[in-house]
């Protein structure tokens, strides 16, 4: 049941607006689902995602990023240095499962697994969750809740948060960049198409204000914008309204909302 976040005070220090920019890292090259073959090379992808974060570094701005668990045990020093650098963890399945599919004791099974392999690699417990896929069910959100999964981020907006039987929903913006890129076939959209959704998704947040999650993924930015040319420009529009705009994690929007941080053992 969909509910509104109570005393709602508005956004801290006065912005208008929160926006963060989340990034799905299936794997390094390609995705964990089952039957599909990598088309990206580890390497390719690790570099990217380097280079990625120097550039948030050198804009000061600290990302979300919904983890695999599989990829973590098996590239768990990557995901160390984003904790250290104070980027937002949050979970993405152990193995990309499609929740969706699922049967509710089953999605507690896989969060439960994703979660312990999170805290044994990173030493945080995930407050956030996002289903791969955005496939869900009606068992989601009660699973996710009894796990201790405070928010998640799945639905289309920008709009306020609100909450899901008892879990707090931080909402997307109306289109993630595969929407409009494609995944594994492309849809003919191009990083321009990709700059004017977000520019249009930040002006309606702006407008409103509501929080904005920008649904991106790490392969996805690799394949169609790999110089990282329309983010930094994508960036460069959010800087230049740097007072009026909170760009953030989503551990922090959630703190705002009066969740516990994920750092909070
Ligand atoms: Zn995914």
Known sequence: MRTPATKFGGWPRG???????????????GR????????????EVVRFLLNLIELLDSYRV?????????????????????VKDGHGI????????????LTREDQERIIAKTKYVIKENLHI?????RCPGLSLNFGTYCALKKLGIAYASHAKGPARPFYVSGVLEIPL?????????????????????????????????FQTGSALTLGMHGWVQYKYDPRLSVLKALLDYIDRRRD??????????AQHMGVRSSLET
């Open 90 to 101: 949050g979970g993405h399945g152990y193995e990309h499962e499609d929740m969706g599919l």
């Open 244 to 253: 009026e705009i909170w760009i953030t994690n989503l551990d922090e929007v």
């Open 15 to 29: 912005f208008r607006c929160a926006v963060v920019l989340s990034f799905d890292v299936e794997s390094w090259g």
């Open 62 to 82: 600290k990302a979300h990023f919904f983890i695999v668990g599989k990829s973590l045990e098996q590239y768990s020093s990557f995901f160390k240095g984003l």
């Open 173 to 205: 913006g109306s289109r993630l960049d595969g929407d409009i890129y494609g995944y594994d076939v492309s849809r003919g959209g191009t990083p321009k198409d990709w700059l004017t959704y977000m520019k249009r998704d930040l002006s309606k947040a």
């Open 125 to 129: 417990r995930i407050r956030g969750w």
């Open 32 to 43: 964990c689902c089952k039957g599909l073959e990598p088309k990206i090379k580890d390497y």
